[in-house]
Each structure stands twice: as structure tokens, then as C-alpha cells.
């Protein structure tokens, strides 16, 4: 993460998460956005990231994020 002071604030279904079928229930199923991880890396080294979701299950939303292995937000 950069030391930035600046900040950018990314939704997470639909921008990050792919999001092709809508609402399942909370599951997150689908892969990213095409180009999504490379955008967060370089965005990254220049701005602090934070996710911004109406999800209540943040376990699974940083699981996800782990195994495409964004960077740290």
C-alpha cells in the first residue's frame, strides 16, 4: 500500500467482482473484472485502496481478494 494521503474507494460487485448473475445469496462466484487486479496494483502505488460493499460477510470478500491476489485495500 502506498503512503498516499489520497484515497480512492472501489465498489466491489460489479467493479472488483465480476457480479454476472446478480444477488446468490452473499456467495461471491465469479471471477474479476478483466483488468481489475492489474488496475488495483498500479493504483495502489499511489493511492490507499478501500472497498466499499453493502455485503456483511467481509470474511468472503477478503478471501476473494486474497486468492486474486489484489493488493492489500
Given at each position: 500500500?502506498?503512503?498516499?494521503?489520497?484515497t480512492?474507494c472501489?465498489?466491489f460487485?460489479?467493479v472488483?467482482?465480476?457480479?454476472?448473475?446478480?444477488?446468490?445469496?452473499?456467495?461471491v462466484?465469479?471471477?474479476?473484472?478483466p483488468?481489475?487486479?492489474?488496475?488495483?496494483?498500479?493504483?495502489?502505488?499511489q493511492?490507499?485502496?478501500?472497498?466499499?460493499?453493502?455485503?456483511?460477510?467481509?470474511h468472503?470478500?477478503?478471501?476473494?481478494?486474497?486468492?486474486?491476489?489484489?493488493?492489500?485495500?
Amino acid at each position: 500500500m502506498s503512503h498516499s494521503s489520497k484515497t480512492i474507494c472501489l465498489d466491489f460487485d460489479g467493479v472488483l467482482h465480476a457480479y454476472s448473475q446478480g444477488w446468490r445469496g452473499g456467495t461471491v462466484y465469479d471471477d474479476p473484472v478483466p483488468g481489475a487486479v492489474y488496475a488495483c496494483r498500479e493504483l495502489a502505488k499511489q493511492f490507499h485502496l478501500i472497498i466499499c460493499t453493502a455485503r456483511d460477510n467481509l470474511h468472503d470478500v477478503r478471501m476473494w481478494l486474497a486468492f486474486w491476489e489484489f493488493p492489500d485495500m
